[in-house]
């Protein structure tokens, strides 16, 4: 029947038909088309079951007139004479009944109260006098004379939302010509046991949220007034606030699903603001139909430990949050709502409010844990357990924890670390070719030997584009030795397509060069004497030395050293890629203490490259040669003289050229070149003459035509 009439202006129930119209003339045509349709489709009707031209009637167990609809006075009475329940059973029953008139009476649930507590699991049945008087007070509120409207596109609508401690409500109104507010439904349910965590800020959202999903089919593709007594909702939720970055997950979420609608978010006093406020305090319980989930957040174990127990845990950090002396006034006014003022410790968290949610006793910023004054020493002697520097800290502490003045903290611990100040590396000052950024994973390696160290060899092995390290110790670092343990690595991730070393008898066998040409791998080899060349491995057999160095104190064997190590530095976002090594060789999360945001690193690689260039070539001077140029050449043969002329016979790479030299080819850098000054000056000189005379020409056929 309903797919028989879907096109008509009737509501249909079974095989009861209500066709409506706005006027007299409208109504008549509609039932001409109804009857029309009921003809075609061979369907009778019975006359003395039919009325005609009603402008009250009485349908589904309410009464529906011009002003609006209300409960019928039978189906009330029914109700009103229904005897106390006596069990669990009956009480069902009765609420059921009750519930089918629940939208006429925002003020049901508080006088109910008593009754759905007896409906839980595990609660003794017992009937005394306030389970009888919510039981008579229900029947008295059926007898008021609330009347819902009807619901007009044309008319104004307003949604006003409201959330107590236990229990959220939503009120949709017309707003009628003479600018009064007319009810045209009202819904509220009680929040979930994860629902009442929520601070006060997350509940006054979640009956946004709630109100909206309820009336979507009044709401979607029109325009419509949200009404809150909840400020910092207006700054969250308006058309033309900025978004918080650092705004509790969920209401991020839920800021999602609003930005769907168009509504204009408008603040009204508390004592404005009753009806929504009083479904809010009144809530129905919280049934499978109602549109919405309770959404639940599961706070991670902060800071566990890969090789031992953790020494804090969010449950730790709960409990110190609540008699922490600055943190448990911070817990408070985000639980029931922040003050016009606060003192100056607090004003760096008031700045923040909007930002501030609860998560299983534990105070956060964003996604950030705030740490109690008690245990922040030991959450930063914990970070600096691998000594990271202080970018890396930063880095680290930005994902997972924060409290005023963390970054001080976080220098302040670097610059008293005396094993960091031991360690620290002297920056180089010659200048910068760098190597091209792979476009992926294991596609360019950079290999080298590391040691003697600690007594022992190790082979060091970098992709380039992830940062990803390899180490291993080595009984000898033969070609034979070195062929095994590079298969034994592609088996696991496969071969590269391009292998960087220096000129080691390693590398520069034929049994090396046979092994790479029967993988199909190209093998390219740094500039003599010039290690620089092949920076990502130097660079990184300096990391590992040091790092190792930082854990002589730890009572581990070698292999339990290396393994913390690596497992260290995969899992630190890396300065040049800004992310960790795991993230961007594995492609998922190592599980460890923490781990780390995946930004798009190319373009922060070419920032990084430029300002590394700057750095090293402020001082550096830009030199080329040409082909049959007359240089000469460092001798680094003892009893030559120092400085050997010759003819550039090659260029081989940006800053690499081939010189003939008593019929002998040798390769050398840009740093070992010198040319003859008089030859250079007099061929730089003849090419200004000519640019010169060629200006001049132009010039004059200009100012000639």
């Known amino acids: 029947m309903e ?9 249909v129930y079974l095989d009861d038909l209500l066709i409506t119209g706005k006027d007299e003339q409208e109504h008549l045509t509609n039932i001409c088309k109804v009857l029309q349709r009921l003809q075609e489709s061979g369907l009778r009707v019975k006359k003395c079951k039919c009325e005609w031209g009603q402008t009250r009637i009485e349908y589904l167990g309410h009464v529906i007139d011009e002003k609006g609809v209300y409960p019928t006075k039978d189906k009330v009475k029914a109700i009103q004479d229904a005897p106390a329940p006596s069990n669990v ?16 009476v925002p003020q049901q649930s508080t006088v109910l109260a008593p009754l759905y507590r007896l409906l839980k699991e595990q609660t003794a049945w017992c009937w005394g006098k306030k389970e009888q008087g919510a039981f008579s007070r229900c029947k008295e509120l059926l007898t008021s004379d609330k009347v819902l409207v009807y619901y007009d596109p044309q008319l104004p609508l307003t949604l006003a939302c409201d959330a107590s401690a236990y229990g959220i409500g939503a009120v949709l109104q017309h707003i009628m010509p003479n600018g009064d507010e007319h009810p045209i439904a009202y ?40 009404i809150t007594d909840h400020r910092p909702l207006v700054t969250l939720f308006g058309e033309h606030k900025h978004f918080p970055m650092m705004a509790a997950a969920r209401i991020q979420r839920w800021a999602i ?12 006093k508390a004592e404005d603001h009753g009806n929504a406020d009083g479904l809010s305090r009144i809530p129905l319980p919280e049934i499978t139909d109602v549109g919405t989930e309770a959404i639940s957040a599961n706070i991670n174990t902060l800071l566990t430990n890969h090789l031992q127990e953790a020494p804090l845990n969010a449950a730790q950090i709960a409990r110190m949050t609540r008699t922490d002396q600055e943190l448990s006034k911070v817990f408070r006014y985000v639980m029931e709502g922040w003050p016009i003022e606060v003192s100056d410790d607090l004003k760096v968290f008031y700045a923040k409010r909007d930002e501030l949610s609860v998560e299983q006793g534990c105070l956060l910023w964003g996604t950030r844990v705030i740490v109690p004054f008690k245990f922040r020493k030991s959450v930063l002697q914990e ?8 970018v890396k800290m930063k880095a680290l502490t930005r994902k997972y924890v924060w409290w005023p003045k963390i970054d001080t903290d976080i220098e302040r611990v670097c610059k008293e670390c005396q094993i960091c100040q031991q360690e620290q590396r002297v920056p180089s ?5 760098p190597w091209e950024f792979p476009g992926e994973c294991w596609k360019r390696l950079h290999v080298d030997f ?5 007594n022992n060899m190790f082979m060091i092995i970098v992709d380039a584009h992830s940062k990803w390290l390899e180490v291993f110790r080595m009984s000898q670092i033969t070609s034979q030795a070195t062929i095994t343990r590079l298969k034994r690595l592609f088996s696991a991730y496969g071969l590269p397509e391009q292998i960087v070393t220096d000129n080691a008898t390693t590398f520069t066998s034929d049994e090396f060069q046979r092994f790479v040409k029967q993988n199909g791998i190209m093998h390219t080899r740094s500039a003599p004497k010039h290690p620089a060349t092949n920076g990502l491995a130097e660079r990184y057999v300096q990391t590992f030395k040091r790092g190792m160095k930082k854990l002589t104190n730890e009572q581990m064997c070698i292999d339990d050293r290396l393994s913390l190590f690596l497992l260290r530095y995969r899992t630190t976002p890396n300065c040049t890629t800004g992310q960790s090594p795991s993230d961007l060789f594995l492609k998922r999360h190592i599980r460890t203490r923490l781990d780390f945001l995946k930004p798009n690193i190319h373009e922060t690689v070419r920032r990084k490259q430029y300002l590394q260039k700057n750095q090293h070539d402020y001082r550096a001077r830009e030199r080329s040669f040409a082909v049959d140029d007359s240089v000469f050449l460092r001798s680094t043969v003892g009893g030559d ?5 010759g003819v550039i016979t090659q260029q081989t790479g940006p800053v690499s050229y081939k010189r003939f030299q008593c019929h002998r080819m040798k390769r050398r850098l840009l740093n070992l070149l010198n040319l003859m000054i008089k030859l250079k000056m007099l061929n730089s000189m003849i090419k200004i003459l000519d640019l010169l005379e060629f200006q001049v020409h132009l010039t004059l056929r200009y100012l000639l035509n």
């Open 3 to 11: 797919n028989l009439m879907k096109d008509l202006k009737v509501i």
């Open 89 to 104: 059973k009956e009480l069902r029953a009765f609420l059921g009944l009750v519930n089918y008139y629940g939208r006429f």
């Open 187 to 226: 819904a509220s349910r009680t929040l979930s046991p994860a629902e009442k965590k929520y601070s006060q800020i997350e509940k006054e959202a979640l009956s946004v949220v709630y109100g909206v999903k309820k009336f979507h089919q009044y709401l979607w593709g029109r325009s419509f007034n949200l």
């Open 257 to 268: 699903i609003l930005s769907a609608y168009d509504y204009h978010i408008m603040y009204r």
């Open 383 to 390: 970070i600096h357990s691998g000594h990271p520097g202080i």
């Open 429 to 433: 000052h010659v200048p910068l070719h």
């Open 450 to 454: 590391a040691g003697p160290f600690l």
């Open 641 to 645: 003289p120092k400085w050997l002329s």
